[in-house]
């Protein structure tokens, strides 16, 4: 079966990137993209490309190529379901805030909304991708709800989740490592399967493609996404131990990444992981190993996100100590509010405990990231519910200039590793600050010993 009419449900991180490069390498596919947030939408619409509401290196290009062309965005959910032959649901799946599994499991209400949706308007065939991230066995649900309440029409569904790393979403998805499809064993899944294969064959290498059942395929995403952050945890927990021992974790990582086996990716000490997957899907696999009595696996990943809290919180609690036990009042400076540099997205960002935890002893807290809008900052802090939005803002100030943040600040932390700090004028920003001046680098992108000639009392994450 040939593919000609896809729709995605959720015009997020992964769904907007992910079908504006399906429309890209796929001119005979036409690619509706729907959303039920209409601001959402209208930003993908403006005219102007570098409005759309995603900042990722490059996209606003393809986005310019495509949109229009065979790449449409819309909130017209009901009529791109009706067209559609291929459904990819690319809804979000936050960790439930409420009832059985708060705080750990996946919440399914959106994925349960877009199957009712799609059963009660699908009037022929369709097939159905699961793109979101979602627990192993969700097919099963999928299913049931597809069967039990459609118009008796087939649905087949299948399990393709994205590996795409925000900040490098374009060119991960132009050459991605592998594409993971899995479908049912039986001559239908195996048909839709190859439909969804012949769609990524019009760019990625045949033997990229793997496939496989659809609980493997559930399962590797939440794995992947587990092994990676370990990684983190891992250089993060030993970052701990080079700091009282004189070690330096830049050589440790060089030296451990050069074996083979180990590998040189993902060994970089940080201020602590970020971003929508990591603690989310963590979380969820734990909940899913508790659920099935597995109470050592369980525990096993936990100690992940139990290592990547205390790394956020030592971090805030190392400005502190530094500056003689107390912060209140005084002007702290933070460069990066982004979970990582090249991206605008903020969600579970090391920057928002840091701050949190700064605003908690009374300092004043200034933030400058060169692409999170004041109102994301905001809302962040507020959505933590550690004091009122009022409050938020009369103690954290947000800046558009860098310059303006360290001007008189007794501290500047460095919270994500976007390149332009890199380049800044640290000379000047020494003039600026208070003395002694404080540098915190959670990211390690700065030249230690240049800064501590510049006369910076610095402190990097990972050094004795
Ligand atoms: C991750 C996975 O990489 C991707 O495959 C999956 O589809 C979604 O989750 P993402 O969250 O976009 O992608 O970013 P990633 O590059 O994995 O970084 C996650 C966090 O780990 C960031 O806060 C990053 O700064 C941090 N990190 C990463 C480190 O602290 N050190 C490292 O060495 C690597
Ligand atoms: P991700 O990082 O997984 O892409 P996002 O939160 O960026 O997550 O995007 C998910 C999108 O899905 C949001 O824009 C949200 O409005 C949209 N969405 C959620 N439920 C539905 C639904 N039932 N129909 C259409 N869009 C939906």
Redesign the pocket.
């Known amino acids: 079966m040939e593919v000609k009419n896809i729709c995605c ?8 990137p992910t079908m504006t490069m399906i429309a890209a390498k796929c001119p005979s596919i036409r690619v509706n993209v ?4 209409e601001a ?1 939408i209208a930003a993908w619409n403006d005219p102007n490309v570098d409005n759309i ?2 900042y990722e290196p490059g996209l606003s290009e393809l986005v310019a190529e495509t949109r229009g062309r065979n790449l449409f965005f819309t ?1 017209e ?1 009901n009529k791109a379901i009706t067209e559609a032959d291929m459904i990819f649901i ?5 960790t439930k805030t409420y009832g059985v599994g708060k705080g750990m499991a996946a919440d399914l209400k ?2 349960e ?2 199957a009712r ?1 799609i059963a009660s308007v699908a009037k022929s065939d369709k097939i159905i991708v699961e ?3 979602l627990p192993v066995r969700t097919a099963e649900a999928l299913r049931s709800i597809l069967d039990n309440t459609g118009n008796g029409v087939n649905f087949d569904i299948l399990s393709n989740p ?1 590996f795409l790393a ?1 900040g490098t979403a374009v060119s991960d998805l132009l050459n991605p490592d592998r594409v993971l499809i899995g479908g049912e064993d039986t001559e239908r899944g195996r048909a839709a399967q190859q439909a969804l294969v012949d769609v990524y064959s019009n760019w990625v290498p045949k033997d990229q493609i793997l496939t496989t059942n659809v609980w493997s395929s559930e399962l590797s995403k939440l794995t992947a996404n587990a092994f990676l952050a370990q990684r983190v945890s891992s250089i993060n927990a030993l970052s701990e131990l080079c700091e009282v021992t004189e070690a330096d974790i830049g050589e440790v990582a060089r030296a451990i990444g050069s074996d083979s086996r180990i590998g040189s990716k993902f060994l970089k000490a940080s201020v602590g992981f970020g971003g ?2 990591f603690q989310k899907d963590i979380l969820n696999l734990v909940y899913i190993a508790q659920s099935y009595g597995l109470k050592e696996v369980a525990d096993y990943w936990e100690q992940v996100i139990i290592m990547n809290d205390h790394q956020k919180r030592r971090f805030a609690k190392k400005i502190v100590k530094t500056l003689f036990n107390t912060v209140s009042g005084k002007k702290i400076a933070i460069l990066g509010w982004a979970f990582k540099k090249d991206t605008n ?1 903020t ?1 579970e960002s090391a920057a928002i405990y840091v701050a949190d935890y700064l605003l908690n002893e009374q300092a004043e807290v200034v933030i400058y990231d060169p692409k999170v809008t004041v109102d994301q900052i905001y809302s962040d802090l507020d959505y933590l519910g550690t004091r009122s939005s009022q409050e938020n803002r009369n103690l954290l100030k947000v800046v558009n200039d860098p310059m303006e943040a360290v001007n008189n600040a007794h501290a500047t932390a460095i919270l994500t590793e976007w390149d332009e700090f890199i380049d800044y004028d640290w000379e000047t920003i020494n003039d600026k600050m208070l003395k002694p001046a404080f540098l915190f680098d959670g990211r390690r992108i700065l030249d230690e010993n240049k800064l501590k000639d510049l006369g910076f009392d610095f402190y990097g994450i990972g050094k004795g």
Do not use: F
């Open positions: 449900i959720g015009a997020g991180y992964v769904g907007g729907v959303d039920i947030n959402r509401p995603i909130t959910v690319s809804v979000n799946t936050p959106y994925i909304l877009c949706q793109k979101s991230t994205e925000e929508s997957c997205d969600r």
